[in-house]
């Protein structure tokens, strides 16, 4: 079994191989955690920017902390959760700020939680014990089954909220006050006072804007990658997506020049992310800029409407062997009810673009069981992906749909999970031998489907799936027997 003198030395030698770790002396910490292991987090462009903002932030500092890689060893071993920095112990930090990307961390926020010796529910938490705050990208959509764990939320883009967090924990020592205080605050939900009435998502003025890495690390899953955001947010409308136009007024863009000068010149591998990259009417620019400095390049979100023989040239030079983009609807008919613009054509052009470049494959992400889709959508997907599959190998990541808030399929039911197997199935079974289909589980999705949709009961009842061991049998049980309005959701068979 593992001790601390061997979690101490993996952390120590994670922050040995870091560059631009924030080391900082100050009167008030706050405790970082992102609720999945170290080399998922540092992934996580949000979660970078706001350590970088939070340790701007005068009287304070911000030292990170992880979901272990382990934690059942973690638990065995009676080990704390501590910070990276400090090696300090989150529980004595003034705040603990979680950062949640998606409906599944919930679980990790549970372990976070539970490893720190903090009471899970934010009710039985003292104000002696640190302010339990989350944000992240999940609060676009639906933070309500985060209500009964944390005492705030920052919802939306988080930049000034975290600024204007901080200074209000320091001008109101009182917990009580201070949570009244917040709940007046735009952008702040409040649990214990606003209920299951949560307030707009906040927008960041655009003079904070790019986002950008502080740390550089080798242990990440976009290895020694440095992340910036040349854009932020979508003009476009797809009905699925929560970072469509309707969320936060569109794509807001940044200079070239201004993303160029943000990258420090010992950076040899770059990624851009953003809602919509290839969107950015200087996105060729920026490319070429990088690559003709040697640099590696990544991007977040290639359209494949906005493929040009340049851009994808410039992406073979600076590295990329496999194109990656999406249609996300099985046929040509979903994508035009889904307000996708993908069509059939310019998925070819692409196919055709990455062979002419070299390049070794093409990815496609698709969703499956998407509202009135029948057998004969998936077969034209089975048609052309095996028409493309000549062009060039061909992979599918195949995802069920899972209707989010803030959308306009918000609502729409889950597909059922025989009936997503079963479409998976006829998949594989067009595609053997021609096309590799990845797909992500039915059942999973099933989960992430009751969170997306559910309130403040959702969170209490996944806490008693994640105490009941976790397994998808658990998570059934303890949503089966949810009464709840908000759960009045279809419990799949
Ligand atoms: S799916 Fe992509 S293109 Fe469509 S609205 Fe969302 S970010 Fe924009």
Not at 365 to 378: F, W
Not at 405 to 420: C, F, K, M
Not at 435 to 445: I, L
């Amino acid at each position: 079994m593992k001790g601390f003198h061997e979690f101490r030395a993996q952390m120590r030698a994670r922050l040995d191989d870091e560059i631009g770790t924030i080391h900082r002396d100050a009167s008030r910490r706050v405790a970082l955690v992102y609720p999945s292991p170290y080399h998922v987090a540092m992934s996580s462009l949000g979660f970078q920017a706001i350590y970088r903002l939070m340790n701007g932030v005068e009287g304070w500092a911000a030292e990170r902390a992880f979901l272990p890689d382990d934690v059942e060893a973690h638990r065995r071993a009676q080990l704390p959760l501590v910070t990276y920095e400090g090696e300090r112990h989150v529980s004595g930090c003034d705040l603990i700020a979680f950062s949640v990307a998606y409906e599944l961390e919930l679980t990790g926020l549970f372990d976070c939680l539970s490893l720190a010796g903090l009471p899970l529910f934010a009710a039985e938490r003292t104000a002696k014990q640190p302010l339990v705050v989350c944000g992240g990208p999940l609060t676009f959509s639906n933070p309500l089954p985060l209500g009964p764990f944390a005492d705030v939320v920052a919802m939306g883009e988080a930049e000034e909220l975290a600024t204007s967090l901080l200074e209000a924990v320091d001008a109101e020592p009182d917990r009580q006050r201070l949570l009244a205080l917040l709940a007046t605050m735009p952008g702040f939900w409040v649990p214990s006072i606003h209920g299951e009435s949560l307030p707009p998502v906040a927008k960041a003025d655009d003079s904070l804007l790019p986002a950008r890495s502080q740390i550089v690390t080798p242990n990440t899953e976009l290895r020694s990658m440095f992340l910036i955001e040349p854009e932020r947010g979508c003009s476009r409308g797809c009905t699925y997506c929560v970072m469509r136009r309707s969320t936060n007024g569109g794509m807001r863009k940044v200079s070239p020049d201004v993303v160029l000068d943000a990258i420090p010149a010992h950076v040899e591998r770059v990624g851009l992310v953003g809602a919509a990259v290839t969107d950015h009417p200087k996105i060729a620019e920026i490319v070429r800029r990088l690559v003709d400095g040697g640099r590696h390049i990544g991007i977040s979100s290639l359209r494949a409407d906005r493929l040009t023989d340049e851009l994808v040239g410039l992406l073979a030079r600076g590295g990329y062997r496999t194109l990656t983009t999406a249609s996300d609807g099985a046929s040509e008919r979903l994508r035009v009810t889904i307000e996708r613009k993908t069509k059939e054509k310019h998925l070819v052009r692409a196919a055709e673009l990455a062979r002419a470049h070299g390049m070794k494959g093409l990815k496609l992400y698709e969703m499956v069981g998407l509202p009135t889709e029948t057998d004969e959508d998936i077969d034209e997907l089975v048609r052309f992906s095996t028409e493309l599959s000549k062009v060039i190998p061909l992979a599918l990541g195949v995802a069920p749909f899972v209707a989010k808030r803030n959308t306009p399929l918000d609502g729409a039911g889950y597909a059922g999970i025989r009936e997503v197997e079963d479409k998976l199935e006829r998949l594989r079974k067009g595609l053997r031998g021609k096309v590799d289909v990845r797909p992500t589980s039915a059942r999973w999705a099933w989960v992430e489907y009751v969170l997306a949709q559910g309130g403040i009961e959702a969170g209490r009842r996944a806490l008693i799936a994640h105490q009941a061991g976790g397994t998808f049998a658990a998570w059934k049980k303890a949503f089966a027997e949810d009464g709840s309005k908000r759960s009045q959701l279809r419990v799949v068979q």
